[in-house]
């Protein structure tokens, strides 16, 4: 059976990165992921809240070590990471800016 953990990690793919839930599809150093995308607010990023232009949640899994400065690629639009935001059980949310 497992532990609550291991049920977590199990599912992550079918709650939080479904794309009938909101997830979508990205690249993210030369792999193809599942990812939740969030665009902070423009109050956020005036008041100085964020420092990002984007933040993703991922599947640990997946992205099992963070490298500041990746690439990332979301609807064609190009963004590097910068750190690591949050990091839960099953999921990492990762910080991005765009790429000059």
Do not use: C, F, K
């Not at 902070?40 to 963070?66: L, N, Y």
């Not at 690629?73 to 765009?98: F, K, M, P, S």
Request: proline share 3%; aromatic share 4%; charged share 25%.
């Amino acid at each position: 059976m497992g532990t609550w953990s291991d049920q977590i990690a199990r599912d992550v793919d079918r709650t939080v990165l479904n794309t009938r839930e909101g997830a979508e599809d990205i690249r993210y150093a030369a792999q193809n992921l599942r990812a939740r995308v969030r665009v902070p607010t423009e109050v956020e990023r005036v008041t100085g809240v964020v420092a990002w232009d984007a933040e993703i949640t991922v599947a640990r899994a997946s992205v099992p070590m963070h490298v500041e400065g990746s690439p990332v690629q979301i609807d064609g639009v190009w963004y590097r990471t910068t750190r690591v935001l949050n990091e839960g059980h099953a999921t990492r949310t990762i910080g991005l800016v765009r790429s000059a």
